[in-house]
């Protein structure tokens, strides 16, 4: 039995972290009047959603910035980006955390539930 406290702990601070980063990039527009807010998250899984590759990473360094303040970093394992640009897949577009180049999802794909 663990510590029940501490997931509570761990996601008020995660809350934190995000708004203190979600002011570096404003909703990111996916057409019709529809928007939506640049950071979802749940517990430690964070998706980063923009509508223009700069904010993105400017919103990235932001995050790496935060965490380095709270003495976490990326995991380069589990980490992963996709950039769709006019309903295509950009590989060429990469992005940096923690001093770590992030593969794109054709390079390593996304695991779920150990698949």
């Known amino acids: 039995m663990g510590c029940t406290i501490s997931p509570i702990l761990f996601v008020m601070v995660m809350e934190v972290i995000l708004k203190a980063a979600e002011g570096s990039a404003g909703p990111a527009d996916l057409g019709g009047r529809c928007s939506m807010p640049p950071l979802k998250a749940f517990m430690d899984d964070t998706t980063i959603i923009c509508s223009k590759e700069d904010e993105t990473r400017r919103t990235l360094a932001r995050l790496d910035t935060l965490m380095a303040w ?12 996709l950039s769709i640009r006019k309903c295509k897949i950009e590989e060429a577009v990469t992005f940096t955390a923690s001093e770590q180049q992030s593969p794109t999802v054709s390079q390593e794909p996304v695991k779920s539930l150990g698949r």
């Open 70 to 81: 709270c003495r976490m970093r990326f995991k380069r394992k589990k980490s992963c980006n």
